[in-house]
Nanobody, 126 residues
């Protein structure tokens, strides 16, 4: 059984940083489609960053330049680091793998595809 478990969320002031981690069991992060999505209350799910099967990384415009994603193959984790946080970054952040299609455009991703974690809450105060 595949489980993705996110951690590292919390409350932070605007301008601060957070590092979110996603630990997988029953699944190996490797040359597969994987990424992070987020959803704020009352809003649609939004893609944050996706690593495609070809290894190419695509960031959403909203986080480009202040975010990074890292795969740690020894720990089998997927990490998202975000800097210069803004109140609009507040959301539940979800780790996902093997979703289809493999795109950062969340509206195109089938919600019944792939593996998804339960999420970790990020709250950024101004």
């Amino acid at each position: 059984q595949v489980q993705l478990v996110e951690s590292g969320g919390g409350s932070v002031q605007a301008g601060g940083s957070l590092r979110l981690s996603c630990a997988a069991s029953g699944y190996t992060f490797s040359s597969n489609c994987m990424g992070w999505f987020r959803q704020a209350p009352g809003k649609e799910r939004e893609g944050v960053v996706v690593i495609g099967r070809d290894g190419r990384t695509t960031f959403a415009d909203s986080v480009k330049g202040r975010s990074s994603i890292t795969v740690d193959s020894t720990k089998n984790t997927l990490a998202l680091e975000m800097n210069s946080l803004k109140p609009e970054d507040s959301a539940m952040y979800y780790c996902a793998a093997e979703f289809w299609p493999c795109t950062v455009v969340a509206g195109l991703v089938r919600s019944d595809s792939g593996y998804w974690g339960q999420g970790t809450q990020v709250t950024v105060s101004s």
